[in-house]
């Protein structure tokens, strides 16, 4: 069983990975998927942090993927400036659609993590020391962050493109379809009990939820899901190269490293404007 402490700094862990401003690869993939407001990397991450001790609250952690759905549906109506360029990549612009479907996204998860956290601490506040709360408070990304990230996102996209990474909307449909449907089959086949039943059985009610809130139906909701999906899938074929050039190189560093080099070499390569959100 771990400390408390451990078990403080694990959950400070997972705040990180949904809110960090870093620019390890891992970060890079969840803000691929942010973007998209698909969001299978976020299951993942707070299963694990449901999952780590009883002592962390279960039920009361709740993502409101309804009025996330419903707040999604009606987005280029709350923002009539949605189609604005805020950035160029090369020849591709980043809309400010973009910006807002990123931000949204983390505004729903954030406002969770946080009355989470806040339980959490209210729970064992005799144990802790305030830097430790600090430490582990959950933080957001600012616009720039975003908008820099929505640029790094645009320029692996790119290279993905350019290395014909066999990724197109058909691609990404079946993709889309088999993961929905392999976390039926979940359901229907392993125990109730066991964690990857507990798992697909949180994305396929988020999804219905988020389906719920757009006011279509789940099979349409896939349909959005594997239009946006493109650019992450094609992304994490790059990487997957990438990686694959790393353990046959040289490189002196980590293999994160050896990405974040790879996006170093993008930035010279790829001109990047930038317009700003006003």
Request: with cysteine; proline share 1%.
């Amino acid at each position: 069983m771990a400390k408390k402490s451990d078990k403080l700094n694990f959950q400070a862990e997972a705040v990180r990975r949904e809110f960090a401003t870093n620019s390890t690869k891992g970060n890079k993939k969840w803000v691929a998927v942010t973007i998209i407001a698909c969001l299978i990397i976020a299951i993942a991450v707070v299963f694990a942090v449901r999952s780590m001790d009883d002592d962390l609250p279960t039920d009361e952690y709740s993502v409101d993927w309804e009025g996330y759905g419903e707040a999604l549906a009606n987005i280029k109506e709350t923002y009539p400036d949605h189609s604005k360029i805020i950035a160029r990549v090369k020849d591709n612009d980043i809309e400010k659609l973009d910006f807002y479907k990123h931000r949204l996204v983390q505004d729903y998860m954030y406002a969770a993590f946080v009355e989470e956290f806040e339980e959490y601490v209210e729970k064992h506040k005799d144990s802790l020391t305030q830097e430790q709360i600090e430490e582990s408070r959950p933080t957001r990304m600012t616009d720039e962050e975003i908008i820099e990230n929505l640029i790094t996102v645009e320029m692996g996209y790119i290279a993905a493109l350019e290395a014909d990474v066999p990724i197109n909307y058909a691609i990404a449909q079946t993709q889309m379809t088999n993961l929905y449907a392999n976390n039926l089959y979940v359901l229907k086949s392993e125990d109730k009990d066991s964690d990857i039943y507990k798992s697909a059985k949180e994305f396929v009610d988020q999804i219905a939820l988020i389906a719920k809130g757009m006011d279509i139906s789940v099979d349409e909701y896939l349909v959005e899901l594997s239009r946006d999906s493109m650019k992450s899938m094609a992304i994490t074929m790059i990487e997957d190269r990438w990686q694959t050039e790393f353990r046959n190189s040289n490189f002196d560093g980590t293999i994160d490293e050896y990405i974040d080099y790879c996006y170093e070499v993008l930035k010279q390569k790829y001109t990047v404007v930038m317009y700003g959100l006003e």
